[in-house]
């Protein structure tokens, strides 16, 4: 059984940085696709960082050069590292993965505001 649990959301002041984490089970993490995505209040969920097994990675225009993603193989693990936060980075952010048909975990929620 596939799971994704997120950790590390909370308030953050803008300007600020926040370490989201996923832990992925029943996955072969080294060859599945693992992405962040975001859904603001109000607003659809979009994709805001994406990482393949091959090492390709790709971000949404409005957090590039912000946040970073990255990846731990051995432990399974997938991070979003989020500098200079602005306000309209708030929102629930969602682990998701291609595997076997794709799967999401719960989310956790991030609130940038002073």
């Known amino acids: 059984q596939v799971q994704l649990v997120e950790s590390g959301g909370g308030l953050v002041q803008p300007g600020g940085s926040l370490r989201l984490s996923c832990k992925g089970v029943?996955?072969?993490?080294?060859?599945?696709?693992m992405a962040w995505y975001r859904q603001a209040p109000g607003k659809e969920r979009e994709l805001v960082a994406r990482?393949?097994?091959?090492?390709?990675?790709e971000y949404s225009d409005s957090v590039k050069g912000r946040f970073t993603i990255s990846r731990d193989n051995v432990y399974r693990m997938l991070y979003l590292q989020m500098d200079n936060v602005e306000p309209e980075d708030t929102g629930v952010y969602y682990c998701q993965t291609a595997w076997r048909g794709g799967h999401w975990g719960k989310g956790t929620l991030v609130t940038v505001s002073s």
């Open positions: 990482s393949t097994s091959s090492g390709d990675i």
């Open positions: 029943g996955i072969v993490f080294s060859r599945a696709t």
